[in-house]
């Protein structure tokens, strides 16, 4: 199973939220090394005829072991003559790296672009953006921001088809100006940087001639302040790791949680005074049934008899606790 199994549901062992009382169960401070956010913000923008100009490109071929899988290379284990391969899904977008492999792989020899050509997509190809030309400018109206001035790189596959309806893939880095302010942290020995979380998506384009093209693209920038840090945090200790779950039907599970043994439902019902039942069953003392086990003292709200065995209990159940036949009531 997982920390998330259904069996671990509200177990105090998994991470996440915590019932009751948050101080509950801290027993020690741990010290623990992580990127510290010191501030962060969040850009996003539609780039109208952005030109591009595409590089490394490689044509868009089956993969020899899956062929007709969108072109996406396939993992095989090999023994002998015998390959068993699993094709990821047809859903997912093929990248360039896949793209190459395929190309590398193919026996025959590779085609070149021919004539016009013909935009498909484009999108990001990692969400690690590359910043450049950074300056950061102190104000001295507001105590630790600064004014920061960037340029982002956001690289992009772009797929497009040639003339022949041959499909290609190239690869381009559009360019993203940044003139933000952010919180910055005082000097320190241990500097803090600066990073860039980047996504892309093309909604057009138009080829231009010379491995170039006009595009519109959605583009968000996310720029972060860091600084690895050692920092003191409050713990519930070290997690309990439970085995991994197999995946199965569980089919059996709704049996196996009934209880081992049968259990009488005229043992929960309440009853009331002792009186005298018939074919030979009394009831206790204390106004339990006999066949039902003792229960507290009440007053009756109905009796039932047993329609085969003639048993009688001074309680609402429905159900006969010494054959199992149906009870009615006798009042």
């Known amino acids: 199973m997982s920390f998330y199994s259904y ?23 741990v010290c623990v090394q992580v990127k510290n956010v010191y501030d962060s913000c969040m850009q996003q923008e539609q780039l109208d005829d952005k030109r591009i100009v595409i590089e490394n490109i490689v044509p868009v071929l089956p993969g020899p072991d899956c062929p007709g899988n969108s ?11 015998r390959c068993n391969c699993e094709c990821p899904p047809a859903s997912i ?18 085609p070149r672009p021919y004539g016009a050509w013909t935009f498909e997509s484009c ?10 030309n950074l300056t950061v400018e102190r104000m001295t109206d507001r105590p630790q921001f600064a004014r ?14 040639d003339q022949r309806c041959q499909e290609w893939m190239g690869q381009t880095v559009i360019k993203v100006d940044k003139d933000i302010l952010l919180c910055i942290p ?3 020995i241990i500097p803090f940087t600066l990073e860039s979380l980047v996504s892309a998506i093309c909604v057009s384009g138009t080829y231009i001639g010379n491995c170039a093209f006009d595009i ?6 996310v720029l972060k302040v860091l600084a690895e840090v050692d920092i003191l945090i409050p713990t519930y200790g070290f997690c309990q790791v439970p085995p991994c779950e197999e995946f199965a039907e569980n089919v059996c599970d709704e049996f196996f949680s009934l209880p081992l043994f049968p259990q009488s439902s005229c043992a929960l019902e309440p009853v009331g005074e002792a009186a005298a039942t018939g074919n030979g069953t009394t009831t206790s003392a204390t106004g339990g049934c ?3 086990g003792p229960v507290n003292p009440v007053r009756p709200r109905r009796v039932s008899q047993c329609s085969n065995c003639g048993t009688t209990c001074a309680s609402g159940s429905t159900l006969c606790p010494r054959c199992g036949s149906a009870m009615t009531s006798t009042n």
């Open 7 to 29: 069996k671990n549901a509200h177990s105090d062992a998994c991470p996440g939220m915590v019932n009751g009382n948050v101080l509950s169960g801290l027993n020690q401070r």
């Open 71 to 81: 072109g996406r290379p396939c993992s095989c284990d090999c023994e002998g003559n």
């Open 93 to 110: 977008p093929i990248t360039h790296d896949e793209a190459v492999q395929n190309a590398e792989n193919n026996p025959g020899p590779l």
């Open 123 to 132: 999108r990001s190809s990692t969400t690690a953006g590359r910043i450049s």
């Open 148 to 161: 920061v001035r960037c340029t982002v790189d956001v690289p992009l596959d772009v797929l497009f088809l």
């Open 186 to 188: 005082d000097d320190s």
């Open 216 to 221: 519109t693209v959605c583009v968000t920038v």
């Open 290 to 292: 006999y066949a039902c």
